[in-house]
Structures are given as structure tokens and as C-alpha cells.
């Protein structure tokens, strides 16, 4: 079989991090071909690579065998489309206009907008992508703004497909809708190369996988005769290295309580709906769930970034429903926040000045910032938790993930915390930083805090949480102990279906 | 009556400047580039169109002159905040101090004056209908052409495919640029464009006095980046404001012959009042910008 | 970044700028070299030079480290021109109507905080619009100042003496003394104690942006709202505090020049020294030293631009600025650059 897109050799760095490390992959023409790996593996900035969007440090890319300089325009005139994880829509365009964008169908000087509709009739059509082209995309609905995406690319006439995690924001009859239409393309002869860490997609669509990790291809193979067992496996490449054993039991009461909290994201759709829980002292909850469920803001409105349209919050048994994040830490949170670079370090400052900021009441109550004193006291905490380099002078943004996370659960746990908050506390972090960080919030967990675990790695919740729930829609589905005697298998396929709303009984 | 007839045609003529502008800054900043530099280009406009007519003797040429002064300066301002990728409100305050110092310099060094130009009559523009005021105002080709070029600038950006591109680039770059359209050829035409109508406001300023006046635009410029504002970036409430603007204006001027009930100073500050207002009570919407509502979303983001 | 590099990034735009501005002056039929040389011996040259070049910086200290200042908390401040007008304003007024007795020791703290106050109120508005309305602070500096020239008008008409365009004089009591007081070879240059006032408010603004726990939360803000956010800080408040600030040091460069020169309020006395205090922030930023340097440097130019007017129209200069304006945004915007990817 002939090939329909491939590369060879191909490296990217940024700066200090590397991306991609001589990668070479191969698509065969007629053919799905899934590409896996974890957060961070470098599977996006490939991508972007093959379809001209980056160029590549070292390396070439071939499209339709042939080596070329890949740029956008060579990509759409060789009939390869990308769908990117981030839409790639103009919200205040209709469906047509954003189709057309580009190529428009043109009478003299003007769009032809009629032509347009026509045109992009005839392509939903074909391929049974029903989306009404006069709409503003503003207005859609996730699953089909992601049909606008696709129809941008058949529309072009491409025969090959990059897609870029696709199904990240889809609900499940969306991502079933999504895979029988890419399976049709492939039957049809067109070409899809699909990016996505869900081994279950991988399984009904792939013909091959190339497994990235750490930027570096691992493994390639056929996917006849794959369970999904050996394909996590070769995913992640590890098992997590044996953890501390828990020394305090799980007490009454609680530390954390959410009761029928609802809130409402800005483009009015519902992010949490009747959500309630509790945490107890000495207890790790995780929550698991599709990302985009409700997660990022069951954090915020934990922590007191957001307000609850309705219900409360409780923490350390005060109500601390209008309390903003300061007056809560005063209650005992500490909060680690999703995105250590958006929301947790300061990048282009001292390491210490992020281990200080917010809690400068720590160090007395003068309002010069006594200085050596705190800068002492980082490289000391630096020290024990081995964040490299141990020097408090050092910006974060030079820092690996590991140790920017690392330098960031410092910062929360001096605060001493009885209610800790964290979200995805080990996203795009390195083996070894893993298992010390789970480490330290199990240690912390042993003095009587409640954690509330949010993760989007189940193998995460298994190892350090005492009881799971999942989020589908801002709701809770399902609750669910979890202890050293537990069936894994049983239990992942439990919760794997719950986190795409299928119910159990 | 009489006094209504009178009104209506001054606030016409007044509104023009502000409408050209207003129109050049939409077109700009539609396309996600922010636009406060329009008070250099109606500057630049107005001295350009009093030269030009000076040298050609031809009323045309000047208004030709002006507005190609307009669009030189927009392209300077253009290949510097989009190939060198400065701040664009930084660049923007250095064009506006580099038009009034080169129209300041330009007026010594060719006419010799420190304040003002010789009457060019060459520049003279006349009415198509002798009449009355308002008949003679509505009828003036400038006018006339200013109305035009509002129904133009509304079709090229509703319409046509450089203005479907125009709007997606303001919007998301990132989206037009994964579909092989180059943002910065888009921006780059737009801002030309744009300079080119705010400079076509500074020569009819020079044309209304048939001489350049130093610093005559007079924040011209700002109350049309308020009208484009007021008007939340659409081209018909954009003009709709600068009609509001230029009645506050005509109004004033008739008050400061008759006496009132707002002293001239406070008409002045009405633009800016109620720009302030607006943005105040528009509040923190869905999307941002400027503040308020229908801001193009990538505006002022660098590529 | 290789040191050639870095030289070369400031190099460039300086010798396109000064490029640019020499294509014009031959334009005209002068000798751009011979217009430089007036530019420096004129200001550098003698001591009367120095002391209003000295005099022309003072103001532009100020406006500069407000723009600056703002500039930390991450907000652009375009309306240094309205609060050093109101600022002006209020000091004249305080220095004219203070009993005709009061004392130095009092009558110039009093009118140097009425000069704060009078900034810090038009600082407000801006800081209040963006943190709680979502208003872009740009438009509504620019708005500001429009509205404040309008309100001096409006305001003028009520206190300017009879047939002129100034508050009557301030108490002999709210004057600072001039610096040839103090070195005499400055004497005849309106070089005034203003200049040590901004001097100390740089130093102490510079020290609490550094060392001080609100001031470090107003770096933090401006660098990272979003983090200094998830850390418990309140943004909103914070860009307040900075408008105010940034209001209230413009405010007080209105000093220099009723305070220390005029001894009353003029309209149209600043000249557009809010706008070239971006020019300084661009340049100088938040760092003592460059900060005074690039302050000196458009004090240079706005005093050479008299001394070159015999031989060059002045508003020659006034060109250059610009072009060194954009010059320097250029070189910003490269090392930005620069830093992105090398880091």
C-alpha cells in the first residue's frame, strides 16, 4: 500500500524542552492510524509539524510519498485537513462563512453565499454531517461545532484527515457518531491519522498505532489481536512505584462539603448541576470524568475562584459559600490549581517569590518582605522535596514540569492546609516527580487533611484516593470505595462508563 | 424652522471628518489591529490635501493627496506593528506625536508659518446645487462621497470575500490561518484602507478652510475611535454616533453665537462623557475589548 | 542572547530613527550633522542648559514612572496628561488660597499632596472601569483626558484671573526654591526643587514595587492575574490601587511647573508631557537609573529643540521623539522576542 502521509527524523525543540525527538512515522494510504501517548508525549506539536503549522527543527515530512516543505497551502492543495483540539472556528461567522473562509466560492469581488449553503449541503450530505450552514457558530453546541470543523475539511476535499483528540469535548453518542463517520471515510479510501489517549477509540478505529512517549516514538504495531490491556501498557510504559503505606485511618466528620452547588459557565450551559460531596479528615477523594464535565470548575468553586449560583460550600464546618480564596485559606484550603503555568508559578520570577506569594502573613506581619528569611526557608523546602535546582533564585519557567509542580505543592502545603483542592496535581510530569508528589499529599492526608483529587488519569485515583466519584455533566454518576482488594479491570470498565454516561445497575 | 435648516446642515458638514474616520478606524480594528492613531492620519490628510491642490491646482488631486497621506502613514504604522510586532497602543501614540511634528515641520519649512497655511484656493470645493444651506450641504461632493463611502465600507465588510477574511482574522488569526489566509496580508490591506479614509477626513477638514491649520484635527481622531466604540465596531451605529457626536458639536457652535442652556466646554465633553458610559454601564460582557460588548476578539493581540 | 546581539538590537532602531529624521532635515536644506551639534552643545554644552534640561526631565520623571508604574500592574496608563492637568490645578489652587502666612514647612507638603489627590482622582476612574466594569483602560485614559481639558475650560472660567489663562499666584510660602539657589551656574534655568521631589518618588516607588508585600502583589498581578488569583490575591483591587498611584505621581508632576516655575496654574502648560511619559516607561521601565536616563533624554530633546530652532524649524525634533518612540518599541518588542525563545 501506497503511503498517504509520513516523516522521518523529525525533532522539535522549545527552548529548553523537547517536544519531539526523531520521530519517523509512516500513514498508509487508506488507512486509520492512531497516534497515543499521555499529556505532553509531543503528539500535538507533531501534528501541527506534518500539516505545515510548525516547522520542524531536524527532519522531513513526506505527503503522498513525496518529501516536502510543509506549509499550510501545501497541505490544502495536497488535499490534506486538519482538525485541531482547539477549534479552529470563528464564533461570530455562520457555519458557511467559516467553511468557505479561505476558499470561498466568489461572484466578481463577493462571497457567494448561496453557492456556499449549496455547496456545503451537498458535502454534509454525503458524508451525513447535518449542521444548519446559516447558523452562527457561536451558537452551536460542542458536538456541533466539532461537525463544522470536519465539514471545513471535506469541504476542502481532502483525503487525508490529521485529527487532533477530537473526541476530548464530545459526549458518548457524539464520539460513536464520529468514529463510524471516520470509518466510513477509510472504507471510502480516504486516509485518517487520529491523535488520542482513549484506548477504546483507538480500538475501534485504528488499523495501526504509533505509541509516543516523552516525545519519542516507543512502539508501532498493528492494532489485530490488541486488547486494550496490552495497549495501556505500551501507553504508559510503567507502573507506578510501590507507595507509602496509608499509617491514619479515614475520621468522621468532614473537612470540605459541597451541597447542591450548581454553576453556570459564561455561555449559559451548565458546568455543575446539584453537585454535593464530602470530604473527610484523613480521606483523598478523587473525581474522575471526561475533561470538560465539570471538573475545572467543581475546583474553582472548591477553592473560591468561582461562586455557586446555587447551594453552598462548606469548609472546616464554617459555611464558606461568599468567601473569596484568601478567606478560605484562612479556614484551612490549600489549592493547587490545574494549570501551573496559567494559574500556579509566577514564570518569569524567583522561585521563592512563588513559594511567597499569598502567604506572606506567614512570615510576620511587617509589609517590607523580609527577604532572606523567606528565601532561606524555600531553599530549605526545596531541598527535602529535591526540586532541581534547589536554588530559590531560579525562574520557574526554566524549571521541568515535575519541579514546577513540585515548587507549587511547597508553596501549599506550608500553608499547612486541612482542606486541600488539587487539580491534576501530576499532568505532564515525569515518573519519578509521580511518585514523590503522591507521596506528599499521601503524607498529608495521614495528618487529618481531606483532599479532593481531581484527575483526569484513572491510575492516578486508584493509587492514592480512598474513594472515587465521577463527574458526566456536571452531575455525579457514581460513587464508588476504593481499597487494596478492589477487581481493577472491573472497576475501570465501571468507571470508563460512567465517565461517558453510560448507567450502571 | 429656519434655525432647524441651519442646524441640520452644519451638523452634515461637521459630521463628515468624524464619519471618514470613524469608517477608517472600523475597518482597522475589525480587523484586530487597534486603530488610535486616526488623529495623525486626519492630520497628515488635511496638510497633504492642501499641498497636493497647492502644487496640482486641481481640487481632486488634493482630496487624492490627503487621503494617499492617510494611507502612507497607516502603512508605516502597519509594516511596524505587524512585521516588528510592537505594541500597538505605544505605536500608535509615537504616529500620532509623529504626525503633528512633521505637519508642524512641514508648514515651517514649505509655507513658513508656524500656525497655519496660505488659503489655497485651489482647493476649493463646491456645492453640485446652489441653494439653500442644507440643499448646498447634502449636495456637496464630499458629502456625497462620504455617504457613498459608508454604504461601500458596510458592503466590503458584510459582502465581499476580503471582508469575510477581514472579519475571521479580528476575530481568531489562528483560524484563518489554519485555512491558508495570511492574517497579516488581511490586516496590513485593512489598515491601509482605513488610513486611507481617515486621511480623506483630514482633507476635507483642509477643504472646509481651503488651508491647513496646525494641529486642526483637534482630537478629531479620538472622538471617532469613541463613535466606532459607541457604536460597538458596526459600521451604521458607528455613523449613527458621529451624527450624535457632530449634533452635540453644531449645537454647541450655536450656543456660543446665542447663548444656551450647556456652556460650550460642557459640549465639548459630551463624546467623551458618554463614551466613558457607555463602556461604564456596557459592563463585563461575554466578550471583551475596549470593554463592552462586539469588541473583535483578537484585537490588540499580537500574531 | 549573544552581547553583539543585544547592542545591536538597540543600535538599529536608534540609527533608523536618527536615519529617518536626517532624510528630513536635508529635506529642508540643513545639515542633519550640524543639527545634532545644536541639539547637544545647546543643552549639554553650558550650565543653564543642563539646569533646563534639567527642569524640562522633572515633569517627564514623573508621567514616565506613573506610565511605568501602571505598566508593572500590567495596565496601560495613555492618561498621565489629564492627571498631571488636574494635579497642576489642584496644587495651584491649594498655593493660592492658603493663608497668605503659611509656612513652607506646611504650605508645600499641602499643595504637593493636593497635587497627589488631584491625579489620584482621575486615576480612579480608569482603575475602577477596568476592574469592575471590564473597560479597556486605554480608551478610557484617552477619554479621560479629553474630558479633563474640557473640565479645565469649564473650570478655569471660574478661577483664572480676570483676561488671562491662569489661577492667580500661589503664596510665597508653596514656592520651591529654584537650584541655582543651590548651585549657582544653574542660575536663569527653572531647574527647581521638584527635581529632588521626583528623585525621592522614584526611589520610594521603585523600592515599594520591589521590596513591599502590596507591591509585590502589584508586580505579581500585572505579571500573572490569573495566578496571583489562585493564590488568594484580589486583582480587582489591586488594579485599582495601581491607577491610583500611577494617578496620584503624575498628579505630583504638576509641581514642577506651578509649584517650581510659573507659581501659578496655566492652561496648556503640560504640553503633552503625559504622552511622552510613555516614551520614558517604554524606555526606562520601572528601573531607577533607565528610568532618569530615558527622562533626560526626551529632556534633552524638548530643550534642543529651542536651540536648534535658529537653523531648523524646532519642530524637527518633535519628529525625532516620535520616531524614537516607535525606535524604542521596536527594540521591546525584539527583546521580547529574543527572550521568548531563548528561554
Keep these: 500500500m501506497t503511503e498517504a502521509l509520513g516523516c522521518e527524523h523529525v525533532s522539535k525543540r522549545y527552548g529548553e524542552t523537547v517536544a519531539n525527538r526523531d520521530v519517523s512515522i509512516s500513514v498508509k494510504k487508506g488507512s486509520a492510524h492512531a497516534l497515543v501517548g499521555e499529556n505532553g508525549a509531543g503528539k500535538s506539536t507533531l501534528m501541527r509539524i506534518l500539516y505545515g503549522l510548525e516547522r520542524a527543527d531536524e527532519g522531513q515530512v513526506r505527503v503522498g510519498g513525496e518529501v516536502v516543505r510543509p506549509s499550510v497551502e501545501l497541505s490544502l492543495e495536497r488535499g490534506v485537513g486538519m482538525v485541531h483540539q482547539h477549534f479552529m472556528l470563528v464564533p461570530t461567522l455562520t457555519v458557511a462563512e467559516n467553511v468557505v473562509l479561505g476558499r470561498e466560492p466568489r461572484r466578481g469581488p463577493l462571497v457567494d453565499l448561496k453557492r456556499a449553503e449549496r455547496e456545503l449541503a451537498a458535502v454534509a450530505e454525503r458524508y451525513k454531517l447535518s449542521v444548519d450552514p446559516k447558523r452562527l457558530v457561536g451558537d452551536l453546541s460542542v458536538g456541533e461545532a466539532q461537525r463544522v470543523e470536519i465539514l471545513k475539511v471535506l469541504y476542502r476535499g481532502a483525503r487525508t484527515l490529521i485529527l487532533d483528540e477530537p473526541t476530548a469535548m464530545l459526549t458518548p453518542p457524539e464520539v460513536d457518531q464520529l468514529i463510524a463517520m471516520l470509518r466510513g471515510l477509510v472504507a471510502g479510501g480516504d486516509t485518517v491519522l487520529i491523535v488520542t489517549h482513549k484506548l477504546g477509540e483507538v480500538l475501534a478505529l485504528a488499523d495501526e498505532i504509533t505509541v509516543l512517549r516523552r516525545g519519542e516514538v516507543v512502539d508501532r504495531r498493528s492494532t489485530d489481536g490488541l486488547s486494550a490491556a496490552s495497549l495501556g501498557q505500551a501507553l504508559v510504559g510503567r507502573s507506578l512505584p510501590a507507595l507509602p503505606k496509608r499509617t491514619r485511618a479515614i475520621e468522621a466528620g468532614e473537612r470540605l462539603r459541597l451541597a447542591d452547588v450548581a454553576i453556570d459557565r459564561e455561555d449559559g450551559t451548565r458546568a455543575l448541576d446539584g453537585l454535593s460531596l464530602t470530604v473527610a479528615p484523613g480521606e483523598i477523594l478523587g473525581v474522575a470524568g471526561v475533561e470538560g464535565n465539570g471538573q475545572r470548575e467543581l475546583a474553582a468553586v472548591a477553592a473560591g475562584l468561582l461562586r455557586p449560583a446555587r447551594g453552598s460550600v462548606h469548609m472546616g464546618g464554617r459555611d464558606a459559600t461568599r468567601l473569596d480564596v484568601a478567606e478560605r485559606h484562612a479556614l484551612g484550603l490549600g489549592f493547587v490549581p490545574e494549570d501551573r503555568h496559567e494559574e500556579g508559578l509566577l514564570l518569569d520570577a524567583p522561585l521563592w517569590e512563588s513559594y511567597y506569594l499569598g502567604r506572606e502573613a506567614a512570615y510576620g506581619s511587617s509589609m517590607v518582605i523580609p527577604q532572606a528569611l523567606v528565601v532561606e526557608d524555600a531553599a530549605k523546602k526545596m531541598a527535602t522535596f529535591d526540586v532541581r535546582p534547589a536554588d530559590p533564585w531560579a525562574h520557574a519557567r526554566g524549571l521541568s514540569g515535575g519541579n514546577q509542580q513540585k515548587v507549587l505543592l511547597l508553596r501549599e502545603l506550608a500553608r499547612r492546609p486541612t482542606t486541600l483542592v488539587c487539580a491534576q496535581p501530576t499532568r505532564g510530569v515525569d515518573i519519578g516527580a509521580i511518585a514523590e508528589i503522591h507521596a506528599s499529599l499521601l503524607a498529608l492526608a495521614d495528618e487529618g487533611a481531606g483532599i479532593l483529587l481531581v484527575s483526569a488519569e484513572l491510575d492516578e485515583i486508584f493509587a492514592i484516593a480512598d474513594r472515587v466519584v465521577v463527574l458526566y455533566r456536571g452531575k455525579l454518576v457514581l460513587e464508588q470505595a476504593l481499597g487494596a482488594g478492589d477487581d481493577r479491570d472491573a472497576l475501570r470498565a465501571r468507571i470508563g462508563g460512567a465517565m461517558l454516561g453510560v448507567a450502571h445497575t | 424652522m429656519i434655525l432647524l435648516v441651519a442646524f441640520v446642515a452644519a451638523l452634515v458638514r461637521i459630521s463628515v471628518p468624524y464619519a471618514l474616520a470613524a469608517l477608517g478606524g472600523t475597518m482597522s480594528e475589525k480587523s484586530g489591529v487597534v486603530q488610535i492613531a486616526l488623529e495623525g492620519m486626519l492630520l497628515v490628510g488635511a496638510f497633504s490635501a492642501v499641498v497636493s491642490a497647492d502644487a496640482t491646482g486641481s481640487a481632486t488631486l488634493g482630496i487624492v493627496g490627503g487621503a494617499l497621506a492617510g494611507g502612507l502613514l497607516a502603512l508605516v504604522y502597519a509594516l511596524v506593528v505587524l512585521w516588528l510586532s510592537t505594541d500597538q497602543i505605544v505605536t500608535g501614540v509615537a504616529i500620532n506625536l509623529l504626525a503633528d511634528g512633521l505637519t508642524r515641520y512641514l508648514l515651517k519649512v514649505r509655507y513658513d508659518s508656524a500656525s497655519n497655511s496660505p488659503r489655497v484656493e485651489a482647493l476649493s470645493i463646491h456645492p453640485l446645487v446652489h441653494g439653500g444651506e442644507l440643499v448646498e450641504a447634502l449636495t456637496h461632493p464630499l458629502v456625497l462621497g462620504t455617504i457613498g463611502l459608508c454604504f461601500l465600507v458596510a458592503f466590503i465588510l458584510k459582502r465581499t470575500v476580503f471582508g469575510l477574511r477581514l472579519r475571521a482574522v479580528g476575530e481568531h488569526p489562528d483560524a484563518a490561518r489554519t485555512l491558508g489566509v495570511d492574517p497579516r496580508r488581511v490586516r496590513l490591506f485593512a489598515l491601509v484602507i482605513g488610513g486611507l479614509l481617515a486621511g480623506a477626513g483630514g482633507a476635507y477638514l483642509a477643504a472646509e478652510q481651503r488651508q491647513f491649520v496646525s494641529g486642526m484635527s483637534a482630537g478629531r481622531g479620538y472622538i471617532a475611535l469613541a463613535a466606532m466604540i459607541f457604536g460597538r465596531w458596526r459600521v451604521w451605529p458607528a455613523v449613527a454616533a458621529c451624527l450624535l457626536f457632530g449634533a452635540a458639536e453644531a449645537l454647541q457652535i450655536r450656543m456660543q453665537t446665542q447663548g444656551g442652556l450647556l456652556p460650550g466646554w460642557a459640549v465639548q465633553m459630551l463624546p467623551y462623557v458618554l463614551t466613558l458610559v457607555v463602556l461604564g454601564v456596557a459592563g463585563k460582557g461575554k466578550r471583551r475589548g475596549h470593554g463592552g460588548g462586539n469588541a473583535p476578539a483578537a484585537l490588540g493581540k499580537s500574531l | ?343
Design chain 3, 1 to 343: 542572547m549573544k552581547r553583539l546581539d543585544r547592542i545591536a538590537l538597540w543600535l538599529v532602531p536608534l540609527l533608523g530613527a536618527l536615519l529617518v529624521t536626517s532624510i528630513l532635515i536635508r529635506a529642508a536644506g540643513r545639515s542633519p550633522a550640524e543639527i545634532y551639534r545644536l541639539l547637544i552643545i545647546g543643552t549639554w554644552g553650558n550650565a543653564y542648559g543642563i539646569g533646563q534640561v534639567l527642569f524640562k526631565a522633572t515633569p517627564l520623571l514623573f508621567t514616565g514612572l506613573s506610565v511605568a508604574l501602571a505598566q508593572r500592574a500590567g495596565l496601560f496608563n495613555v492618561g498621565a496628561e489629564g492627571q498631571i492637568t488636574v494635579g497642576a490645578f489642584a496644587a495651584g489652587l491649594c498655593g493660592a488660597y492658603l493663608p497668605a502666612g503659611t509656612p513652607a514647612l506646611l504650605a508645600v507638603p499641602a499643595c504637593l499632596v493636593c497635587a497627589a489627590l488631584g491625579g489620584a482622582l482621575v486615576g480612579v476612574v480608569p482603575g475602577w472601569m477596568k476592574a469592575r466594569r471590564g473597560a479597556h483602560e486605554v480608551i478610557t485614559t484617552i477619554m479621560l483626558n479629553f474630558v479633563v481639558r474640557a473640565a479645565m475650560v469649564g473650570l478655569g472660567a471660574l478661577v483664572f484671573e480676570r483676561e488671562s489663562v491662569h489661577t492667580k499666584p500661589i503664596i510665597a510660602g508653596a514656592r520651591l526654591a529654584r537650584l541655582s539657589g543651590f548651585v549657582a551656574p544653574l542660575r536663569g534655568s527653572a531647574a527647581n526643587l521638584g527635581l529632588v521631589v521626583a528623585l525621592v518618588v522614584v526611589g520610594a516607588t521603585v523600592w515599594w514595587v520591589e521590596r513591599t508585600r502590596v507591591g509585590f502583589h502589584l508586580r505579581a498581578v500585572g505579571a500573572q492575574p490569573k495566578v496571583a488569583r489562585a493564590a488568594g490575591l484580589d486583582p480587582a483591587r489591586i488594579t485599582i490601587l495601581a491607577f491610583v498611584l500611577a494617578g496620584a505621581i503624575a498628579g505630583l508632576g504638576g509641581a514642577n511647573f506651578v509649584l517650581g516655575y510659573k507659581y501659578y496654574y496655566e492652561d496648556g502648560f503640560s504640553g503633552g508631557v503625559g504622552f511622552v511619559g510613555i516614551a520614558v516607561a517604554v524606555l526606562g521601565g520601572l528601573h531607577p537609573v533607565k528610568l532618569i536616563a530615558a527622562a533626560l533624554l526626551f529632556g534633552t530633546l524638548a530643550q534642543g529643540a529651542l536651540a536648534v530652532n535658529a537653523v531648523c524649524p524646532k519642530e524637527i525634533i518633535d519628529v525625532l521623539q516620535a520616531v524614537l518612540i516607535i525606535a524604542a518599541a521596536v527594540t521591546t518588542a525584539a527583546q521580547l522576542r529574543a527572550g521568548r525563545t531563548s528561554s
